[in-house]
């Protein structure tokens, strides 16, 4: 089973608003990646997670606060966005974040509009 | 700089026909390549990786990869393409930089004429 989910699938919110999107993987991953995708180009790195720590931060804005409570579950939470952060968000998991040759799985993505 | 570079932004091809996307790299130290589809809305699924050995890699959907050290390409091939290959197609090389991650080439846009 290589699945990753994403909760929700769509989200919409205002600038004023505090979201969190969720991401699942039972698949025994010690990586944890999260991914922000605009239309029609390359997924960009925002955040790795390697044993439930944060290893990288890819400099993004306070205004996205993940969180990796278990090996299972990663969480993106979300505050005061901007309309520009409108984009598709992807999870994604690997064996370990320290394999020069690990594949990373992703999930569906949740496509978040900020209005 | 370590880089994926994917020349073509759109590739159209008729179905039936073989298929070739193209990837090129530049990377310190040995490549380790990946090719992922998107399907519009979705995630990227993982098709293929090299990491050593035998040149031509097989991968997901009947794809299959060169790799090739001295033109530094590692296109990404289909013997006989389908409709339902039209898609959004990644490059990507794992690289390190701290820990390791993927650098992914622009992407190119699959289009499988009926």
């Known amino acids: 089973d290589t699945e990753v989910t994403q909760t929700p699938k769509h989200l919409v919110m205002g600038m004023t608003n505090k979201k969190s999107l969720k991401c699942e993987q039972h698949m025994g991953h010690r990586a944890m990646y999260w991914y922000k995708q605009k239309a029609k180009k390359p997924p960009e790195l925002m955040f790795v997670y390697s044993y439930e720590k944060l290893s990288i931060n890819e400099s993004v804005p306070s205004r996205f606060s993940p969180e990796c409570p278990n090996s299972s579950l990663l969480n993106l939470h979300l505050h005061a966005l901007q309309p520009e952060d409108s984009a598709l968000y992807l999870c994604?998991?690997?064996?370990?974040?320290?394999?020069?040759?690990?594949?990373?799985?992703f999930g569906p993505g949740t496509r978040l509009l900020v209005l | 700089a370590q880089s994926v570079a994917q020349p073509e932004d759109q590739v159209n091809v008729a179905e039936g026909n073989p298929l070739t996307v193209k990837c090129t790299y530049s990377v310190s130290g040995n490549p380790y390549l990946f090719w992922y589809v998107q399907y519009p809305n979705r995630g990227l699924q993982f098709l293929l990786k090299y990491i050593t050995g035998d040149n031509l890699v097989k991968g997901s959907y009947g794809f299959e990869a060169e790799f090739n050290k001295s033109q530094t390409s590692f296109h990404l091939k289909k013997p006989s393409a389908l409709v339902s290959d039209s898609a959004l197609y990644f490059c990507a090389v794992r690289v390190h930089s701290g820990t390791y991650k993927y650098i992914f080439g622009t992407g190119t846009r699959l289009k499988v004429l009926a």
């Open positions: 994604a998991s690997s064996q370990e974040s320290g394999g020069a040759y690990e594949t990373q799985y």
